[in-house]
């Protein structure tokens, strides 16, 4: 069995570095998940790190996804080890999100772990991801995708090496740390603005450079769109808890307010 026609696409789209839109969710809740994947969006991804869904959640997601029949399933794992990157992998993620990446060497071991070899050191057990990336290593290989996440202090600074680095396929922004990373007090923090923002130029400059997606986190489809402007491939909405909670806050505003019309 080769890879599905959504996972081949994909790959294709992203390492001809065209532009996607993504969502992002946090929540064990398959059937949200499915209905999120089944809006259009190109993939969505399954935060295994701060999300909260441990690894029967994320095999459950992936299958959510998949049985949209339209967006492809990411994950982004919990660390950047063989062992984490091939679970999400063999659970038919058809790429991985790994944070925390401060170097070339961090990347070249991210690459390595999703690889099957002679090209890296993933261990041959694809559960579930020969259903939909297919059982053939070489096949696995051409449309497994790899992100290195920039959001430290020393990924920002090596950023040009690590777009350098062979086999990766994209790197990831994630602005709540990288506003940590250039100074700021918390996420979102004013004080850092430019900073930030010549931060963000400094990656998307370094991804086109190197001919890799440059992708980025973002709280909302306004900025997600803005960010695509700026020069970034792909871009994620997230996500589905937050975005729970407005559309809750909204109903419960509408309900009680004061203006509201009786109705019949």
Known sequence: MTSSPQALEFARKIRA?????GYWAVLDAPVATERIARLGYDYVALDAQHGLLGYSGVLHG???IDASQRAVGLVRVDGNSPTSIGKALDAGAVGVIVPLIDSAEDAAAAVAAAKYPPLGRRSYGPM???LRIGPVPAEADATTLVFAMIETPEGLANVKEICATPGLDGIYVGPSDLTLAVGGAFPGDP???PEFDHALATVADAAAAAGIAAGIHTAAGAIAAQRLQQGYTFATVASDLTHLEL???AHLDAATSDAATPQD
Request: hydrophobic share 60%; net charge positive; proline share 0%.
């Open 128 to 130: 579930r991801s020969a």
């Open 247 to 249: 559309a809750a806050r």
């Open 17 to 21: 570095r065209e532009r996607a839109v």
């Open 191 to 193: 004080a850092v603005q």
């Open 62 to 64: 992936l299958m959510a």
